[in-house]
Each structure stands twice: as structure tokens, then as C-alpha cells.
């Protein structure tokens, strides 16, 4: 079945830093990617997403590409700030999405 | 837009009292909403999917009679768990869909159970 393999955390960086977060993926035919975060204690919310090949998603500051040729959907912020500190989910699906482990990452002023 | 609710976002109960939990997508109509748990530091588990005025389908290994799902509108579904017990406090979130067509799902805040 579909799949999503996703960096494992947690990742640490300094405010204004250069985060990626690395996310490849299994799935038959073509379905949507999607990055969503989650804030302490809170739901998950749509961060960026993708419905097909070369699409790129990008909202706050986020980017990221949808990448057939090498089933990826990297996600990358070029200077995050301490408010970035989150959990972020990468998932696929047309239907059911399919998560994955989800990355912790921690900003530090 | 695109908002969804949850009720109530956090609820303490004794073991084996029923807890029955509302999500509302509160400015679109929603044909199918999807019910998840997790579990600390860990990702979703997609427990079940329901499609208004039908049954929800339940993944595997998820219980139909200790999770009753009711999905009477388009905008309202419930999860109740049943006889609940100390091995059910989880995090609870729903997500809803627009309809056919519309591939992405917008989550509510989640609601925390604990059981006693």
C-alpha cells in the first residue's frame, strides 16, 4: 500500500537557520502530498500541499516539490523562527492519507 | 475558511462510563469525515471513516462496538467510546472532506480523554 518515510527528529536549530525536513514516498498512480503541522497540544493544520508532478506548495515561508523522479516531498524553510517549533506530518492520499512519523523540530532564539 | 470543531477538547471520565465526542465542519458540508488517534510523541492511526447518512468503515483491529461513529449531517459527526477504560485515553482528532474531488483534509484541534 501507499506510504510516506519521513525524517526521523528531533531536529534542533538556531532562529534564522535553514530547515529541511525529508520525506519520500510509496504509492501507486499519482495521489495528493501534504505537509501538515501540529502545535503543542493542538490539531493538525495544512501547511503546504501538492496534487501533482513539479507542483511546488508553499505558504509562511515553507516550500516544497513534488518530486516523481525520485518519489520525494522534501519540506524547507529558509530562516525559521522560535514560532516554527512544531511537529510536522508528511502525507499522501486522494482519499485516506497516509501519515508519516512526523518530525519534531525545536527553534532556538 | 475550511474550519473544523471538536467538542469537547478535554474530558476526564471513570472507567466504564461512555464519553461521546463532536466534530463540526463549521463553513463547508462535509461528505466524509475521518476519525484518527494518537498516541504520545507518535503519528495518527486512522481508526474509521464515515460518509453521511451511511456506516463507517473501520480499519482493522479498531473495535465497532467500542467506537460507535454517527455521522447524521454534513456537518456534524460523533465518536462515542463506549465503557470506556484507562487503555482508551488517547488524543482524538477528526478530519473532514468536502466532497468528491476535494483531496485535502482539514483537521480539528483534537480532544484529549483521559479515563480514570
Known amino acids: 500500500g501507499d506510504s510516506v518515510t519521513q525524517m526521523e527528529g528531533p531536529v534542533t536549530l538556531s532562529e534564522e537557520a535553514f530547515l529541511t525536513i525529508n520525506c519520500t514516498y510509496t504509492a501507486t498512480g499519482y495521489p495528493s502530498l501534504f505537509w501538515y503541522v501540529q502545535y503543542p497540544g493542538e490539531g493538525l493544520q495544512l501547511l503546504l500541499k501538492?496534487?501533482?508532478?513539479?507542483d511546488k506548495g508553499s505558504n509562511k515561508g515553507f516550500e516544497a516539490t513534488y518530486r516523481k523522479e525520485t518519489t520525494s516531498f522534501h519540506l524547507e524553510k529558509g530562516s525559521v523562527q522560535v514560532s516554527d517549533s512544531a511537529v510536522y506530518f508528511c502525507?499522501?492520499?486522494?482519499?485516506?492519507?497516509?501519515f508519516g512519523a512526523g518530525t519534531t523540530v525545536t527553534v532556538r532564539a | 475558511g475550511a474550519v473544523v470543531s471538536q467538542h469537547p477538547s478535554w474530558v476526564i471520565c471513570k472507567s466504564g462510563t461512555s464519553v461521546k465526542i463532536e466534530c463540526r465542519s463549521l463553513?463547508?458540508?462535509?461528505?466524509?469525515m475521518f476519525w484518527y488517534r494518537q498516541f504520545p510523541k507518535q503519528s495518527l492511526m486512522l481508526m474509521a471513516t464515515?460518509?453521511?447518512?451511511?456506516?463507517?468503515?473501520?480499519e482493522q483491529g479498531v473495535e465497532k462496538d467500542k467506537f460507535l461513529i454517527n455521522h447524521a449531517s454534513l456537518t456534524l459527526s460523533t465518536l462515542t467510546v463506549t465503557s470506556a477504560h484507562p487503555e482508551d485515553s488517547s488524543f482524538y482528532i477528526c478530519?473532514?472532506?468536502?466532497?468528491?474531488?476535494?483531496?485535502?483534509?482539514?483537521f480539528g484541534p483534537g480532544t484529549r480523554l483521559l479515563v480514570l
Open positions: 502525507a499522501l492520499g486522494d482519499y485516506k492519507l497516509s
Open positions: 464515515s460518509n453521511e447518512g451511511s456506516k463507517a468503515t473501520y
Open positions: 463553513d463547508f458540508q462535509a461528505t466524509t
Open positions: 501538492a496534487t501533482k508532478a513539479d
Open positions: 478530519s473532514a472532506r468536502a466532497g468528491r474531488g476535494q483531496e485535502t483534509q482539514y
